[in-house]
């Protein structure tokens, strides 16, 4: 099992810049991802990116740039740095832990992202 708590959300204006984190706990051991989510009213969830326990990430196209993800290993954390945010960004950010010999994924509670115009 794993348990993922995720802090970082907020109001923020365009332009500006949230830190979001994912602590995992659990069975978290052996070759796995880590990523983040998101999911606007009315529309499908989305991949935002992702990053390998050995350090392999993945952007989706309309947040090359401006988000970066990271880990920290020996706290088995995961950060989202949002800068430039717009109004397009706004949803529910979810995180994913995802064991990548077994595919199983475990997603934490998701936390509100909102930018104003």
């Known amino acids: 099992q794993v348990q993922l708590v995720e802090s970082g959300g907020g109001l923020v204006q365009a332009g500006g810049s949230l830190r979001l984190s994912c602590a995992a706990s659990?069975?978290?051991?052996?070759?796995?991802?880590m990523g983040w989510y998101r999911q606007a009213p009315g529309k499908q969830r989305e991949l935002v990116a992702d990053?390998?326990?050995?350090?392999?990430?993945n952007y989706a196209d309309s947040v090359k740039g401006r988000f970066t993800i990271s880990r920290d290993n020996a706290k088995n954390t995961v950060y989202l740095q949002m800068n430039s945010l717009k109004p397009e960004d706004t949803a529910v950010y979810y995180c994913?832990?995802?064991?990548?010999?077994?595919?199983?994924?475990?997603w934490g509670q998701g936390t509100q992202v909102t930018v104003s115009s």
């Open positions: 659990g069975s978290i051991f052996g070759i796995n991802s």
């Open positions: 990053i390998t326990n050995y350090g392999i990430t």
């Open positions: 994913k832990w995802r064991n990548l010999v077994r595919g199983n994924d475990y």
